[in-house]
């Protein structure tokens, strides 16, 4: 195995799109329009999105509508946007982001120190999704 890049399922992917790059700091690596026929490296406001892949450093995060999501993978179509899980991204100078993004986004556990030595804070994205940001201890 080489990576893990999860696939969000999402109600709106242009505005989930600017929420993790107004945000979170990623940026947009590419998106597909409704029309399936071509990958755009930057979202046009006339066009639906389908789909986009974001990145901030080695971090990639796949955004898929809802109705498109389930579309192609069936077993999904009785479930919302969510997820009973947390994504967790190690990242460096956590405390200064932390004080980047609190404001900006729903923080549902503030910074703290681990037990085992991790600076961590835990936050909502825009479609209920929890993610965790942590930096080991120095």
Not at 29 to 56: C, F, G, H, R, W
Not at 91 to 113: A, G, Q, S, T, W
Request: overall charge negative; some cysteine; hydrophobic content about 40%.
């Amino acid at each position: 195995m080489n990576s893990l890049k999860p696939n969000l399922m999402v109600r709106d992917v242009k505005k989930t799109v600017e929420f993790y790059q107004k945000n979170l700091g990623f940026e947009l690596v590419m998106a597909v329009p409704e029309t399936q026929d071509s990958v755009l490296t930057t979202i046009p406001k006339d066009k639906k999105i389908v789909y986009a892949l974001v990145k901030n450093a080695a971090v990639e995060i796949m955004l898929q509508s809802e109705d498109s999501f389930k579309k192609d993978i069936p077993a999904l179509k009785e479930l919302e946007a969510g997820a009973s899980c947390t994504f967790y991204i190690e990242c460096e100078n956590v405390e200064n982001f932390y004080e980047d993004i609190k404001d900006k986004v729903e923080i549902v556990k503030e910074l703290f120190i681990t037990w085992y030595g991790v600076k961590e804070f835990y936050a909502r994205d825009n479609n209920g999704y929890i993610l965790c940001f942590a930096e080991a201890k120095k």
